[in-house]
């Protein structure tokens, strides 16, 4: 559970370069690491084109993370 005070070791953002919206502020001492990938609002098409494309967004996400977590010290 997040509260108002939680210290984080990292913090991952997975928004795309070109993101319009200024990403979370997390004070203290951690660690900020950027994963770009696309944003899946910005998908247009068919929507069963639509649900692959974002599940295609998500496993990569899933593939990213946990590559950062073998390799980051505990």
Do not use: W
């Not at 928004?15 to 203290?28: N, R, T």
């Not at 900020?32 to 599940?55: C, N, Q, W, Y």
């Amino acid at each position: 559970v997040l509260k108002a005070g939680n210290l984080f070791s990292y913090v991952i953002t997975v928004c795309d370069e070109s993101a319009d919206e200024a990403c979370p502020i997390f004070p203290g001492p951690a660690k900020h690491v950027h994963m770009g990938f696309t944003d899946p609002s910005k998908i247009e098409g068919p929507e069963e084109e639509l649900l692959a494309r974002v599940r295609v967004i998500r496993d990569s996400i899933r593939d990213a993370v946990e590559v950062f977590c073998r390799q980051e010290p505990n």
